[in-house]
């Protein structure tokens, strides 16, 4: 059984920082790419970034470019999300969710396992 477990939310100060993990088990990956989504209340799922396991080749929301960097540990099976100066508009549930290499980079509904999700509260 396939699970993405993330962990590392919580509440930050405007400018503040946080690092989200996602753990993956129960198959291997090695032609997956993991995504980082976000959905603020009333807003639909966005990706913020997305990275290839085997090459991490890296893809960045315009609105998180510079701020945010996604990483991988294919040893630990595991992808990271750095989030450095944190905005208000960062607030949102995190999920971590797997696609397949060929299919649609950024299209919520070509990932086919997503984790349960984690809070990112930014306050001012």
């Known amino acids: 059984q396939v699970q993405l477990v993330e962990s590392g939310g919580g509440l930050v100060q405007a400018g503040g920082s946080l690092r989200l993990s996602c753990t993956a088990s129960g198959r291997a990956f090695t032609s997956y790419a993991m995504g980082w989504f976000r959905q603020a209340p009333g807003k639909e799922r966005e990706v913020v970034a997305d990275?290839?396991?085997?090459?991490?080749?890296?893809y960045y929301a315009e609105s998180v470019k510079g701020r945010f960097t996604i990483s991988r540990d294919n040893a630990k099976n595991a992808v990271y999300l750095q989030m450095n100066s944190l905005k208000r508009e960062d607030t949102a549930v995190y999920y971590c969710?797997?696609?397949?290499?060929?299919?649609?980079?950024?299209?919520?509904?070509?990932?086919?396992?997503w984790g349960q999700g984690t809070q990112v509260t930014v306050s001012s």
């Open positions: 969710a797997a696609r397949a290499v060929a299919a649609r980079l950024g299209d919520p509904r070509t990932y086919d396992y």
């Open positions: 990275i290839r396991w085997t090459t991490g080749t890296a």
